[in-house]
């Protein structure tokens, strides 16, 4: 089973957590392969996808 959980994060959450600035998540997220949720106009990340990545990637 995957880590994290359904809880949906900011891309400013989600900068903190790779240590990069909120811009590059903007800007990178789809060339990581990081899947986005739209709410409204608003971009969110699923916890669970943003573990997958960084076990995928640096596991």
């Known amino acids: ?3 994290g959980s359904n809880q949906l994060l900011t891309p400013e959450e ?6 990069v600035s909120e811009n590059t ?3 990178k997220y789809r060339t ?3 899947k ?3 709410v409204g ?3 969110r990340f699923r916890e669970r996808d943003i573990v997958a990545y960084l ?5």
Do not use: F, P, T
Request: proline share 0%.
């Open 55 to 59: 076990e995928d990637h640096y596991g």
């Open 41 to 43: 106009r608003l971009l």
């Open 14 to 19: 989600v900068a903190q957590w790779l240590k």
């Open 32 to 34: 990581w392969g990081i």
């Open 1 to 3: 089973m995957q880590g």
């Open 36 to 38: 986005a949720q739209k």
């Open 25 to 27: 998540v903007k800007n």
